[in-house]
């Protein structure tokens, strides 16, 4: 029964106020035992007592088959035996016949918040005895300030433990959240989050101080950050921003003259924000500077330009010198090699002018390439 173990697990055995409560029903029963159990479907456990005669002694449970409150709590009224030895159904139990021998039973249920009997309150002694109505009365009144003490007690500690947990989440978020801004301010990256209406919700220093230099002002949240783009690509970026809106990751990639600055190539990313729940709450957008690297590429595309236009210019000079080598080895094949000899300068003339002609190229291509 989960409704009882959450009673059987708290720690009542010294509780102050509910020691009272049980010195007050045996002191109203004129009583040496009273005892504060709780049952389910096996045992019973003794949770606080007031314990005068050594009935209960040091027993912390006991099988509920076996015991006066398993009657009891079958009851919506206290149940009283005033002579256990009189009484069929104990005359013969082993805690009448026998140590702690018994002899008066008056007990109980205990009702939590939500109706169920979870246990009871009990008073015992070893001489029989009887209770009125007034003390019967008054040891169902004193049951129900015990369980109410006890359910407090419960919402106390549950709220103990929220606080705790409360407390613990708190310090995870804020452990995280500085974190996150740690990274965030440690980019090199521009990067800004923008509300629904395109407000400036954050930034990071990098936005901040490019925003400084390019635009000399400052950037505050609340800004509408549309007066930081350059006027040429405001469409874009709208464009860019309204489909993040809808979910939709758009990357732009251009450049832009800042005058002073110079032209800085960019690739900007728009990029959803949302919280929680997944919903949109507004676009990240981040941009990263390229020019460097769009710079080395410029710079690879003028060196291939360079070398084909070199190589077009110079590709018809090739054909003078080849030409006249195919020409001479045409005609001593003609003479069947016979005459070979009498070409021979003619061939080393051409052959040297090729040789001149590929040493003049290189040259060019080295220096053009050393210009760039």
């Known amino acids: ?86 009484d069929p159904r104990f005359a013969y139990h082993d805690a009448v016949t026998g140590d702690p021998n018994i002899r008066f039973y008056a007990g109980t249920p205990l009702w939590d918040s939500e109706g169920q009997k979870v246990g009871t309150l009990c008073v015992l002694d070893t001489n029989p005895n009887n209770l009125n109505e007034q ?63 395109g407000e400036v919700i954050d930034f990071n220093k990098t936005a901040f101080n490019f925003v400084k230099r390019a635009h000399n002002t400052d950037m505050d949240r609340g800004d509408l950050f549309v007066t930081y783009i350059a006027p040429e690509f405001v469409s874009k970026f709208l464009d860019g921003y309204n489909l993040a809106l809808k979910g939709i990751r758009h990357v732009e990639e251009g450049s832009t003259d800042y005058g002073e600055m110079g032209v800085i190539w960019w690739d900007a990313t728009f990029e959803a924000a949302r919280d929680k729940n997944d919903d949109i709450i507004g676009i990240s957008y981040l941009i990263r500077n390229v020019t460097e690297r769009k710079e080395r590429e410029q710079k690879i595309i003028k060196q291939n330009e360079s070398l084909l236009s070199i190589a077009h210019i110079q590709a018809h000079e090739f054909r003078a010198p080849l030409t006249t080598i195919m020409g001479l080895m045409s005609l001593i094949k003609e003479d069947d090699y016979a005459l070979a000899s009498g070409y021979l300068p003619y061939l080393e003339m051409a052959v040297n002018n090729l040789d001149e002609k590929i040493k003049s190229i290189v040259v060019d291509i080295e220096n053009s390439v050393e210009k760039l």
């Open 135 to 197: 003390q019967k009365q008054l040891l169902k009144v004193i049951a129900n300030q015990a369980m109410k003490t006890i359910e407090l007690k419960i919402k106390s500690i549950t709220l103990q433990e929220k606080l705790t947990e409360v407390e613990a989440q708190q310090e995870y978020i804020y452990d995280a959240s500085i974190r996150l801004r740690s990274f965030f301010e440690s980019s090199t990256n521009f990067q800004v989050l923008l509300g629904k209406s």
């Open 1 to 86: 029964m989960d409704t009882v173990l959450r009673f059987v697990g708290l720690d009542l055995e010294l509780d102050k106020e509910l020691q009272e409560i049980t010195d007050l029903a045996a002191t109203m029963c004129n009583a040496s035992t009273a005892v504060i159990s709780f049952l389910d479907t096996d045992t019973q456990y003794f949770k606080v007592k007031r314990d005068c005669k050594d009935i209960v002694g040091e027993v912390k449970t006991y099988p509920r088959k076996d015991t006066f409150c398993s009657h009891a709590i079958k009851q919506d009224d206290v149940m009283i035996i005033p002579d256990t030895l009189a």
